[in-house]
């Protein structure tokens, strides 16, 4: 992937994870941002919310490990965007980091356990996250890519991979968190 798109998509990733907005990623970003996710999991879906918990430490955990190059127990947008491309998405982590977490939230958005995702249980996500209806409507469309009216686990896995991995700016995966480019 050229750096300069990579760069775009980590620098999105990073405002996501940062919710309370101080432009430093800390262990707290990370709780908020699985607590989100784990909301949107069923009332009483332990192990769901458990693995999003899990899903959410490991990742933070790696970051640190390997991205936090100033030893101060944060991380900053340059280390974000640098870790992201040279640990996070490396081959031995990438499955652990992220995909992970990918399953975990498909499990959280299926409510009705019928194994895909349906429009609006895809858009209830997004709605947690602040993207708005109108841009997760559309970025459903594009993820189902066979047409089929719902996203299948290997459609999100897709997505998954696009987004963390492809170097084509028009990858429909771009879309996952939103607008690439603003
Ligand atoms: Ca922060
Ligand atoms: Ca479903
Ligand atoms: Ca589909």
Known sequence: MTTALASQKFSRLFDWFDQDRDDR???EDFQATAEIFARVAREGDHDTVAA???AFDAW???LLEHG???RDGRISRREFTTVMQVNVTAPEHFQEAVMTIADAVINAL???RDGVLSRDEYVRLYVGLGVSREHSEAAFTRLDLDGSGTISRAEFR???SDFYLS???DAPG???LGPVGF
């Open 52 to 54: 999003i918990h899990g």
């Open 167 to 169: 170097a084509d700016p």
């Open 110 to 112: 299926d409510t009705n």
């Open 25 to 27: 990623l800390t262990r």
């Open 174 to 176: 771009n879309q996952l």
């Open 158 to 160: 897709q997505a998954i």
């Open 68 to 70: 936090d190059t100033s």
């Open 60 to 62: 933070w955990r790696l």
